[in-house]
Nanobody
């Protein structure tokens, strides 16, 4: 069992930056591929980024490459999402997720095993 708790969301002006963090419980964090998704009210869940168990491989949604960076610290059981040059269309709720068997190429949310409660990001124009 893994519990995920996100933090770091908030309100920022367009062009600004935010860093989301996700803290995981348990001693098996390094066994999981970690990812970030986002989903707004009435919208489909959207893959944002994923990072491999050892942190050496990453995968990003094409539309977000160059602005978002995923990283992890297995010693601290945390995964981060650095978001730069934020745009109003990035406004939504962001979720971290853990996948025991998949890889960074697993972009379907239904294949992830554990989810955080979500963290709201709002970007003003």
């Amino acid at each position: 069992q893994v519990q995920l708790v996100e933090s770091g969301g908030g309100l920022v002006q367009a062009g600004g930056s935010l860093r989301l963090s996700c803290a995981a419980s348990g001693r098996t964090f390094s066994r999981y591929t970690m990812a970030w998704f986002r989903q707004g009210p009435g919208k489909e869940r959207e893959f944002v980024a994923a990072i491999s168990r050892d942190g050496l491989a990453t995968n990003y949604a094409n539309s977000l490459k160059g602005r978002f960076t995923i990283s992890r610290d297995n010693a601290k059981n945390t995964v981060h999402l650095q978001m730069n040059n934020l745009k109003p269309e990035d406004t939504t709720r962001y979720y971290c997720a853990a996948n025991l068997f998949g890889s960074v190429m697993t972009t379907t949310g239904g294949l992830y095993d554990y989810w955080g409660q979500g963290n709201q990001v709002a970007v003003s124009s």
